[in-house]
Structures are given as structure tokens and as C-alpha cells.
């Protein structure tokens, strides 16, 4: 079965709102959605991307807590000592806070031994109940949901964040600090492997807050644009999610980022996710890539599925600097319903890595979809 760009994104918002019932095995609910359910993972589920994650360190155990909310919160430098101490992972209704739903923060103190410089890392927070955003050392570095006033639940998701090198300070104290808002039922960091993680074959991953405008200019494709006013997005997601509602026409998307000296010399390709629906992709103001017939306001539509195609560009000799930042701009042309850059995988990969990658998905979509669905709903 084939579905258009229109019907998969009206099945996967009827799964959105089946999902927001909150359901579990106990629940009537679950066995109502589980039709649907089925209906999405057999014919309109997009891939999901795995990859191997090793962990370098492990953040369950006991968090600092507290009920309220205060943006001066997620600064390094806030005062704890009044804060509560409570087991992560766990819903806060069992760590004596039952009843309550509203905001709340958690915060975490380790350090990061230097030898894990130059490794691909990422916080994986398990699954968070239901809106939270990130702080790493005071930078945010992600989010998932939204909140009041135009909430949003993202009960469901399993959160994984990029923390970029330059946040971390290797062999000295660092922080995370998470916000939590819980409309319902039970909130908190609820469970997983909360830790940080090696992207094992991941030479750079590119998932984080980006800079997004709606407007088009030939001028925001250079590397040192000033892009300081644009507002940030976090990437991979649709744009409608993140506040342009019913929004249709041209965006750019720019991210900067830093580059190590030990991909010098290597062949290497960006993975630019899946991008809805056109797009031109440029590294530090050269044009290395596009998808789908972006110029003068296009006029054909959802013909050849660009919107679900994942960009492979191959970077050119010469277009990165290595050792200092550079930039990514993107291009992006919507027609109609979503738009924007709204699934993974996003990265820069050697030659060699972008293969095994592949080879990878090859494997795992080769394995039969019912028992891929039954594995991920009882895992």
C-alpha cells in the first residue's frame, strides 16, 4: 500500500491524538489504538534510524528536583542545596510528589574524562512525561514537545540529544538541567538508560537547535551571515510543530558547527535527513546539494516523494575547515501541509561510516515488520 504526502500526514495525526490518551497494556484505550497502531507501523512508518550507541556514562541514580518554574534555573551557577533528591528514572508521583502536575526541573552534576574528546557524544533521557527541554552547562541543546500556552505532549518519545564537544568541560565539573512539564497522570524522566553515549560510527552528528526564517534570500547562504535574529528550531521536526502553523512557501536553515582535525583528509558525506519537500544545501556558502525543482515557486507536487527522500550529499574537497567552525545552510521550499527538515539521520560521516550505515538499515528493514512491531511495543 502507497499513501501521498497528504494522506501519511493525516494518519500520522490521527496516531498523534490516539497516542495522546496516554495508553498502557492496562488501559481500554490501548486495544481501541491498537488498529491504528498496527495500520501505521505496517504501511506508513517511516524508518526508524538506529545506531550503535556505547555508553560512556551512566546518569541513573539520584537528581536534584524541585516543583516550580524559574528560567534563571538552567544557569551552571543556581543554588540547589534546597532542592530535592530523587531517583532518575522514575515518575515524580513515586518519588513523593503524587498528584502534582505542572513544571518542574531536575538537574544532574559528573564530570567527563578528557579521554573521551573527540567522540561523537549524546545524552539519551529516556522517555520524559510529557514536554521537556535540555540544558547542558547552560545551553540548551534540545527539546521535545511544547509547552504551555500552545502545549503540545511528547509523552511517547524516547529523547536523544546531541551535546556538542565545545559545551563540555573534560575532566572538571559539568551539569545538566532538564525542565519538565506534566500536564497529567504520571511526569518526570519516567525511564531508559539515562546516560551519555558514544555514536559508535557517527563522526558528527548535526541534530540540535538550528536557525530558522521564513523568508528567502541568495544572501543567507554565506558562511558569515548573521543569522543572530533568526529564531531558533530544534532539527530534526517540522516546522508546524515548533510554532509556523499552516505555513507554506520558502525557509532557510542555518547551523553552525565545529569541525575536528581528525576527519582531515577523509572522504566524507552529509546525511541532510529528510526534508519536506525541496531543498538546496550549501556547506560554508558552496552549494554542494539539492532535491526537487525549488526555483520559481514550483508547481508540481508530492510526484516523485522527494519529502520522504533522505539527502546524501558528497562535500567537495576543500569546502570544510577543520579545526574551526563552519556553517550549513539549507534551503527549503513546503507546498502544502508539513514542511521543513522533519526526520533524520543528520550527520557528516566518512565515506567508509556513511556505508556501514547503510548496509545497516539494509539489514534491519529486511526484518519481518510484525515482529519488528512487537519487538519495539514489549521492549
Known sequence: MTLNKTQYC???????????????????YFFNALPLML????????????QEMNKLIDLRGLWRFTIGDDAKWSKPETNTSDWEIVKVPSSWENEGFHGYDGYAWYRKNFKVPSAFKGKSIALNLG????????YFNGQLIGYSGSFPPDYSTAYYAWRKY???????RFDKDNVITVRVYDAELDGGILEGEIGLYEMKNWDLDLVGIWKIILDDDPSYKEKNFNDKNWDNVY?????????YEDYDGYAWYRYTFFVPEKLKGKKLVLLAGKIDDFDETY??????????PINNIPRRMDNRGEWQKVRSYQ???????????NTIAVRVYDGYVN???????????TQENYTKYWRKQRTENNQSLWEKFWEDLFD
Open 315 to 325: 562535500i567537495p574537497d576543500n569546502t570544510l575547515q577543520f579545526g574551526k567552525e
Open 162 to 168: 546531541t551535546v556538542p564537544e565545545n559545551l563540555i
Open 283 to 292: 556547506l560554508n556558502g558552496k552549494l554542494i546539494g539539492s532535491t526537487g
Open 339 to 349: 514542511g521543513g527538515i522533519h526526520e533524520g539521520p543528520l550527520a557528516i560521516l
Open 235 to 243: 532539527v530534526p521536526g517540522y516546522w508546524e510543530t515548533q510554532g
Open 10 to 28: 493525516k494518519l500520522k495525526s490521527k496516531l498523534g491524538r490516539a497516542m495522546n490518551l496516554k495508553i498502557n497494556l492496562k488501559n481500554k
Open 39 to 50: 495500520y501505521f507501523f505496517l504501511f506508513a512508518g517511516g524508518n526508524v534510524h538506529a
Open 127 to 134: 522517555r520524559v512525561d510529557d514536554v521537556d527541554e535540555i
